[in-house]
């Protein structure tokens, strides 16, 4: 079936409710001759006269008053989406979606997101836990947060926190029991607790430094979860030495609950960071989000 053109539209209602010709272009910016134009084509189009028109008067025929009076209300309808649509413009306002590593995400957030909502109290955040990698696009997500080193070089990048420090770490009875490893070559032969990546199901290797030349040991163990709140607990029960970021232990690290091991040979890495596709940083919504990441207040509070 053919679609109905909307060419003439406006024109057509700016006539019907003026009765003029000359006043109808005149309200919509346009010449007299070119309002007579569109309707004749208009008519022509749907083989239907519209208006009966003298040298003194333009007034609807029956089939342009019923056309009107559908009109009206369907244009009516569109400029109030318009308008609505124009508030997302103006001011932020909306849905946010975001998608956040579980753990780490949660040590940003739990600061980050009580000062977004006071500021901005109309933006709804709806925020999904996720470690993997993640398609913004395919996803439906606005922006996301993640280690720099795991950002597509194509996004926009705002720096959440400092570089991160990494940690091996152990409970004083693993410690008691087993002593500490004095390179990280021996952590093939120890018990450890390891990661596996959600997405890709690898298994993390462990990141160590000597001499200035990075290096990674694939360790042994028999316990694998792809959570690290849950690896901490196992630590803290002496199942293994677990490779943790020491914002995400700070507490065990300050009551002694976990003890570091191999300090030396491990190099900071990147921190997190906000990242969002260059083409959507324009949304109100989103641009308050940045703002205020990039304002930094919220980290005062924060473990780091």
Not at 15 to 39: D, L, M, Y
Not at 221 to 242: H, K, M, P, V, Y
Request: hydrophobic residues 40%; proline residues 4%; charged residues 20%.
């Amino acid at each position: 079936m053919k679609t109905a053109s909307l060419d003439g539209v406006r024109t057509f209602l700016a006539v019907a409710e003026q009765r003029s010709f000359s006043a109808a272009a005149a309200k919509t910016g346009i010449t007299t001759t070119a309002a007579s134009k569109a309707i004749k084509m208009l008519e022509q189009r749907h083989g239907v006269v519209l208006f009966k028109r003298t040298t003194r008067s333009v007034a609807l025929t029956e089939a342009g008053a019923a056309l009107y009076a559908q009109l009206r209300s369907a244009t009516s309808q569109i400029d109030d989406a318009f308008s609505a649509l124009n508030a997302y413009r103006d001011k932020p306002i909306g849905t946010l979606r975001l998608t956040v590593p579980r753990n780490l995400g949660r040590l940003v957030l739990k600061t980050l997101v009580p000062q977004f909502h006071r500021v901005y109290p109309e933006i709804t955040l709806d925020i999904s836990l996720d470690d993997g990698a993640i398609d913004l696009i395919a996803g439906g997500f606005d922006a996301g947060i993640r280690l720099g080193q795991a950002v597509a070089q194509d996004m926009v990048m705002v720096q959440l926190t400092p570089e991160l420090e990494w940690c091996v770490v152990g409970s004083a009875d693993y410690f008691t029991e087993y002593g500490h490893p004095e390179t990280p070559e021996e952590l093939i032969t120890r018990q450890t607790i390891r990661y596996r990546f959600t997405g890709s199901g690898a298994l993390h290797r462990w990141r160590f430094s000597r001499n200035g030349q990075d290096f990674e040991v694939e360790t042994g163990g028999g316990l694998i979860a792809n959570d690290t709140a849950l690896i901490a607990e196992f630590c803290r029960q002496s199942q293994g030495l677990a490779y943790l970021p020491e914002m995400e232990i700070t507490a065990d690290l300050a009551t002694g609950h976990l003890h570091k091991t191999l300090a030396s040979f491990i190099p900071p890495t990147s921190g997190l960071y906000l990242y969002f596709p260059a083409r959507t940083q324009q949304q109100a919504k989103l641009r308050a989000f940045i703002d205020l990441a990039r304002a930094g207040n919220w980290r005062v509070y924060a473990n780091y």
